[in-house]
């Protein structure tokens, strides 16, 4: 119950090592982060040095959650032979890295925390996108491999996959083709060395484009974002089977409206767990709406059917109509893992509004039905909890779908059903209510002191009374108070805790809710 609290337990600062140089040199580098558990890794590549190289930085929240210090350090822990291009923590290995060598494809590596190489697998390849993508002691890469494929294929691959390629550097590789075709997956076991090219669905490639940001949402399903390749256009998050046998259609889960068509994102929720979830984030509207999708209906177990059968369009299932399985809500999430099992971490902004929000959304069905099952003197008496912690909770069960420019439909009844007077008065309270916090946020300050500008207490949003057995799809928000933090994009959230991830020069620190 710690996180519904919203406030952090401990909180301690994650700090650089002190007098490394190579934190202080500034040449032209790669970089990235990982969080995968209780493990941070930092690593920093300089491939145009006389001797190119990769230098690792960990650190263990769990390790140091109940030492004296107040400081947890990333320790340099490694420096490999190589410059690398992509890189994560595998728990039960260590970590992996990709190296793409031009004219020769990927070569992914295994090494153990301390840097020791284990083993190390070539797969060829014409290119390759983005980042490594993590399931169990496996790990995956979207390729362009050196098979041939259809021409028309061609015509629609995304504009921007050049981007996304891992030798790709803004301003440098001018001379990139930007007719390849992304139309493989290359996973590599770390333990065992065994090496598999899975290929994308043909319905898809020929259809829609994406940017290689796929995850596994099963041993044998893969979850792949895209969007229609020609006009109405439209977000689609695709699952499909990694066995080539397999004779099954992927299933395409579409969003027709969007902020702008031209800037449809199609991003996934980064996970920081190294177990599967039981929630999917798609993260589609130009960073401004996302749509939380159980994995179970993405992976067929439950029943859907496809809906959208115009002779433009390929069949294709739409998300609105599964509203005890999907909601698209509007809020922003950041650019570091935000997904940690059933817990979603999101903010929301108003232009005019001083203060960001920050939200844990919880999709943990079973918490939610306890909620549930509190009776009105329990729930009294946790708002007064509450209202005396100044902590602020919201228990959702009505279903509902947020459209662009924050229109809200109605899930409980639907065109062209009818709604009871009485509920659409509900509706017309409780929307209103909605509307003066907004107006409230807007002279929110920038104090450290959260009883002046959070409102308190529990509220629950409910399904009518005849639509609440069995219980819908729900969630519960905890608006979260992280004093100090100064840029909510470079947050993550484990199952532990929150961080606010470091920048070079500066400090991050670590928000504990165990």
């Not at 797969?123 to 169990?136: I, K």
């Not at 996959?161 to 803004?170: E, F, P, S």
């Not at 390849?180 to 898809?204: R, Y």
């Not at 859907?304 to 998300?319: G, N």
Request: with cysteine; net charge negative; charged share 25%.
């Amino acid at each position: 119950m710690v996180w519904l609290d919203g406030k952090p337990t401990l909180v301690k600062t994650l700090a650089w090592p002190v007098d490394d140089p190579d934190l202080k040199r500034g040449i032209w580098d790669r970089k990235g982060w990982s969080v995968m558990d209780d493990q941070i890794l930092f690593w920093r590549a300089f491939p145009l040095s006389e001797n190119p190289r990769t230098v690792i930085y960990m650190a263990n929240t769990t390790s140091a959650r109940d030492n004296q210090a107040d400081t947890i350090t990333l320790e340099r822990v490694a420096e490999l032979g190589y410059a690398a291009h992509s890189l994560v923590i595998v728990p039960a290995v260590g970590f992996v890295t990709a190296e793409w060598r031009s004219n020769s494809g990927v070569y992914f590596r295994a090494h153990s925390g301390t840097g020791e190489f284990l083993r190390e697998r070539h797969c060829p390849a014409q290119a390759s996108y983005r980042g490594l993508s993590v399931l169990g002691n496996t790990v995956s890469l979207c390729v362009t491999s050196t098979d041939p494929v259809p021409p028309h294929w061609k015509k629609y691959s995304s504009p921007y996959l050049t981007y996304r390629r891992l030798d790709y550097v803004a301003g440098h590789t001018l001379d990139l083709p930007n007719d390849l075709v992304a139309e493989s997956i290359a996973t590599w076991n770390a333990d065992s060395g065994d090496l598999h090219m899975i290929k994308l669905p043909e319905l898809f490639l020929e259809n829609m484009q994406h940017e290689a940001d796929f995850q596994y949402i099963s041993p044998l399903k893969i979850a792949l974002a895209g969007r229609l390749a020609f006009p109405p256009c439209g977000a689609v998050l695709c699952a499909f089977s990694t066995n080539a046998e397999d004779k099954e259609e992927p299933r395409m889960f579409y969003q027709g409206e969007h902020t702008d068509p031209d800037s449809i994102t199609n991003y996934l929720g980064q996970t920081s767990t190294s177990t599967l979830g039981s929630v999917v984030v798609h993260n589609h509207d130009s960073g401004s709406r996302i749509t939380i999708f159980k994995s179970e209906l993405l992976l067929g177990n439950i029943p859907s059917v496809a809906t959208t059968t115009t002779q433009e369009m390929p069949e294709m299932r739409e998300a609105w109509n599964y509203p005890n399985d999907a909601r698209t809500l509007d809020f922003k999430v950041s650019n570091f893992p935000y997904v940690a099992a059933t817990r979603v971490l999101v903010y929301r902004q108003d232009f005019s509004a001083e203060r960001t929000m920050i939200f844990v959304l919880d999709f943990d069905q079973t918490l939610l039905a306890s909620l549930l099952s509190k009776q009105p003197s329990e729930r009294a008496d946790w708002n007064a909890q509450l209202v005396d912690a100044c902590a602020q909770v919201k228990v959702v069960t009505r279903r509902f779908n947020i459209a662009v420019e924050g229109e809200i439909w109605d899930g409980e009844y639907p065109w062209p059903q009818r709604p009871p007077p009485e509920w659409e008065a509900h509706l017309d309270t409780i929307l209103k209510d909605d509307d003066k916090d907004d107006d409230e946020g807007e002279y929110m300050d920038d104090s450290d002191s959260d009883s002046e500008v959070l409102t308190s207490g529990l509220e629950y949003d409910e399904a009518p009374e005849e639509h609440r057995e069995p219980v819908p799809f729900g969630y519960v928000q905890t608006t979260l108070r992280l004093e100090g933090v100064t840029n909510v994009e470079r947050l993550a959230i484990t199952d532990h805790v929150v961080l606010e991830m470091p920048q070079l020069g500066k400090n991050g620190r670590v928000f504990y809710f165990d």
